[in-house]
């Protein structure tokens, strides 16, 4: 099936779910996450803020907020085709940015070099067992991940009927190290799942 057929199908199905199983699912998601060494050991992790119907982060974003930990969220700059990165304080620093999604405004939030991610939480549309990752053709995460952050570990977020044994991707599509699902944490660079 070609690449954005298979990205339209699964995305087709992923905002088919009500609030209420996109709130389950993602409690599953969140609690594989944590069960992770690398990322409860992360000292700035870059986070996402979930829109429409994608695996829900806000509130691991205020759980890290409350701990009182640093939290990354990335601002999209349209015209260089880049992402820009945020440390911010509280939630009071996001209103919605490029394509409605929350984004650190500038004013309020510290800006941040990349190089000191050491974890990247990545949204995307379809995922393999492999690494490989569909995100939703804007081509900014395979970008800030090549040439902002090559070695940050990179840990896409999805529900388990998002990860497909395996995905047509490209020489410059970025692969992750995990996938967290609500019911396994993939480990893509080894081709454990536990």
Known sequence: MPAERLRQKILAKRDSLSAQEIRTLSEGIHSNLESLPVYNSSRFPLFFASFRSEVETISLIKNRLVSDRPVLLPRTL?????????????????APGAYGILEPVEARAERVDPAKIDVVLVPGSVFDYRGGRFGYGGGFYDRFLSRDAPRAVRIGLAFSFQVLDNIPIKPHDELMDYIITERQVISCRTGLRR
């Open 78 to 94: 349209i015209k260089e085709k880049k992402l820009a990165i945020f440390s911010i304080r509280s939630m009071y620093d996001l």
